[in-house]
């Protein structure tokens, strides 16, 4: 049996993803904070607590056999003007979005390229183009791409194939402690089952075909504010 490793299994777009790879034959690992809230019941789901912005990150990634796939999910948001980000926000945005995805793959890349596996990174259109109030987590996801597409160029002849997903507004809870949200219109956000199926797809292509970036818009793009609560 083929595994799997997923980061940001316990919740949104990459609990989804574990599901689709648990039904299509993975046994899947799945690295999140806290998985009380996560609704897989499988014997081949291998749940991970593990923090991605742990400095001893490297001693606490365990070794995969069979490993095929990487879905490098896990992120962050904080949304504001540049300067009113804290330091820790900043930091928070680069090191989870962009570094612990560059650490986590180059602890596994020996053993996908002899497989010939996958690595999928869930990125953003914000990586794509430029928007008020997010040029850090922009850059953090532009840079994910970018490393994700050298990647590819670096090591295609081991038969490793690298890609980006960049998806829209994603219905999740990503958004619970912005101050914004997805409007309330189904052809105005993706949900999470779009993003896996896309996956799947892509690992059922024949052999020489490789897809390096994707992105997945909405139909109608609109988003809602949320209501400010007065204080007492």
């Not at 039904?23 to 014997?43: A, C, L, Q």
């Amino acid at each position: 049996m083929n595994s799997a490793l997923v980061t940001g299994a316990s919740r949104g777009i990459g609990k989804e993803i574990a599901k689709e790879l648990l039904r299509i034959g993975f046994r899947v690992y799945g690295i999140g904070r806290d998985f009380s809230n996560t609704d897989i019941d499988d014997e081949n789901f291998i749940a991970l607590k593990i923090d991605l912005l742990d400095k001893d990150l490297y001693e606490k990634l365990p070794k995969i056999e069979s490993m095929k796939v990487l879905v490098n999910s896990a992120g962050v948001g904080h949304f504001a003007p540049h300067e009113e980000l804290s330091f820790k926000e900043i930091s928070e945005i680069i090191d989870l979005n962009l570094k612990a995805p560059l650490l986590v793959t180059k602890f596994y890349l020996r053993e996908l390229k002899q497989n010939s596996g996958y690595i999928f990174s869930i990125n953003s259109v914000s990586g794509l183009e430029a928007a008020i109030g997010g040029a850090a987590y922009g850059a953090s996801k532009a840079g994910l791409r970018h490393f994700g597409l050298s990647l590819f160029k670096e090591a295609r002849k081991s038969g490793l194939r690298v890609v980006n997903i960049n998806p829209n507004v994603t219905k999740t809870d990503f958004f619970d402690k912005l101050h914004f949200k997805y409007d309330s219109d189904p052809l105005c956000y993706i949900v999470p089952s779009d993003i896996s199926k896309v996956i799947k797809d892509i690992l059922e292509l024949r052999d020489g075909i490789a897809v390096t970036d994707i992105t997945i818009e909405t139909q109608i793009f609109r988003l809602e504010k949320k209501r400010k609560v007065a204080k007492n």
